[in-house]
Every structure is written in C-alpha cells, then in structure tokens.
C-alpha cells in the first residue's frame, strides 16, 4: 500500500516541479480514494482512468495564478516501521487551518475536518502544506 501511495507522491512533486500539467500514474484503489479527497479540496484540477491504457489515472495538476503549485509538500507521516495513531481527542488539538491531514480511519480515508465532524481518530498517512 505504502509503495504505490509513495510513488504517486512522487510523481505529482515531480509533475509539478516540471510545471506538467498532467502526470500519470498507476492505477490502484488507494490511488483513487486519495485523489479524490485531493480533488474535493481542491489540490487537483481532477483525475481520470487513461483513455489508452486503463491501468493508469491521468492526474490533472493545479497551479495558482501567479504559476506556483498549489501543493507545496507531502509528507507521510506514519511508516511501517514507526505507526503512529491520533485519537478523536487528539485529532482536535490539531491544527486544520494550516496544515491539511488525511487520517486512516475505521471508515476509511478522511480529511482532517471530516474526522472531526464525524468524531473519529486514526492513523494519520499524509499532510499536506
């Protein structure tokens, strides 16, 4: 799971740092769920399945007006190796206004303000500045 989320990290840095406008990588049901928080808060122009290959997702970059990527890093926060876990308690400590997270959860991936809609906590994947 890590692998494929850290390979399409890497290539949306990647695409942005190289001004692309469309990047692609493999399609996988992470993949997807995760690009669809990003496009529901507006990281991403969008996404889709590739037209000639439907083993890949075409990734729509965004940029601001002045140029810049509107993602400026990702992070993955909890490894394999060193898991980390935030309850709903904790979960609202956090600060959501500068820093966006999307939490693992028992039902499944949210953001960082559905968490603390719906109450829950869970392990933290990715922020997002």
Not at 3 to 9: A, T
Not at 15 to 21: E, F, N, R, T
Not at 41 to 49: D, L, P, Q
Not at 85 to 90: E, F, G, L
Request: aromatic residues 10%; glycine residues 6%.
């Amino acid at each position: 799971m890590k692998n494929h989320l850290e390979n399409m990290f890497s290539t949306i840095k990647n695409g942005q740092m190289a001004k692309k406008s469309v990047v692609v990588n493999s399609r996988k049901n992470i993949c997807e769920e995760f690009l669809k928080i990003f496009w529901n808060e507006g990281f991403i122009s969008g996404y889709r399945i590739s037209p000639q290959n439907t083993d890949n997702l075409e990734i729509f970059l965004k940029y601001s007006k002045t140029g810049k990527p509107v993602i400026n890093s990702l992070k993955l926060l909890s490894k394999p190796s060193q898991r980390i876990y935030y309850s709903s308690k904790q979960v609202w400590k956090l600060d959501s206004s500068k820093t966006f997270i999307i939490f693992s959860t028992n039902s499944g991936l949210k953001s960082i303000n559905q968490c603390k809609k719906d109450k829950v906590g869970g392990e933290p994947l990715v922020i997002i500045n």
